[in-house]
């Protein structure tokens, strides 16, 4: 190869490793803003699993999140070679792991004063909505959009 090809392809890598260092930044910051909005610390938004725990407890119930962890842990732990009943153990972890998910984006959509046309691109396009949400005029109003104060 050219070296000069070689150079533009080393470019282009560093340029779209910024960009993604960029979103994450951005997500990230979105995140602390939809918990700060809601009354909570910034910070607990950037621990993974435990930002999960926290959002289901400002938008749903504590035991789905729970509930979410057995079927992610449920499915990992089936073999893929297990056979016919890790097969159906697998899909139904996986089917569980799904409902919860896309309940949960309703939840907070809900939670923030929309409705399910919000709630679908969270569940779709999470990291855009995820922006939207984060640097939004939306409110906190409370698990199933009730009117909270903290």
Known sequence: MDMAFMIILLGLGFLLFALAIV???LQAIAY????????????????PFYSSYIQFRLTWEVKYYWIWILCIMGLLSC???GGFFFGIASWLFEIGAFVITAVS??????AYGHGMPFALGLFFLKPIFTLILGFGSSQY???QGRVFSR
């Open 23 to 25: 979103w994450y930044i």
């Open 32 to 47: 602390w803003k939809i918990f700060t909005k809601a009354g909570e610390k910034g910070w607990k938004s950037l621990i």
């Open 79 to 81: 073999p893929s070679d």
């Open 105 to 110: 984006a309703f939840k907070l959509s809900e």
């Open 141 to 143: 109003m409370g698990p």
